[in-house]
């Protein structure tokens, strides 16, 4: 490597540490050198050297794609207890609507056994039609 370029690895490694500044080449007798300070004698030409890029926090990076998944987690969780909520509810809804079905059957067919009662049997089918229509009235029409 030569000497010049070890010493603009140099001054640039150096100039990493601050803000931008500027290195001055000089060129005398066909050789390169380069310098933080302008030249005393011999062709100046003037590099800007660029600041250097921002330091990535690759920490950082990593907890926030970490608590990314973990929330991402959390809501796959919540949606599959809500889904299962709504999939218990359906259920009971529908095994509560089939029950109410059954007892007005019963309540239908506990009228009309009234209706065809003898005198023997009247009162207690009678009884038996208007407690139909009560378990009826408080399981299902509340």
């Not at 010493?7 to 640039?12: Q, R």
């Not at 990493?16 to 290195?23: F, N, T």
């Not at 987690?73 to 259920?91: F, I, P």
């Amino acid at each position: 490597m030569k000497p010049s370029t070890l010493l603009l690895c140099a001054m640039a490694l150096l100039a990493g540490s601050a803000s931008a500044q500027d290195v001055y080449k000089c060129v005398k007798d066909g050789q390169s050198s380069y310098s933080a300070t302008p030249c005393t004698a011999g062709q100046l030409q003037i590099l800007e050297i660029p600041p250097p890029p921002p330091a990535v926090d690759k920490g950082a990076a990593t907890r926030q794609e970490r608590v990314a998944s973990q929330m991402e987690a959390a809501r796959k969780k919540q949606e599959q207890l809500e889904d299962q909520a709504r999939e218990r509810g359906a259920r009971q809804q529908e095994v509560h609507e089939k029950h109410c079905a059954q007892l007005r059957l019963e309540q239908k067919w506990a009228a009309q056994d009234a209706v065809g009662a003898g005198d023997k049997n009247r009162d207690a089918a009678q009884l038996k039609a208007r407690r139909a229509g009560e378990r009826l009235a408080v399981e299902c029409l509340h």
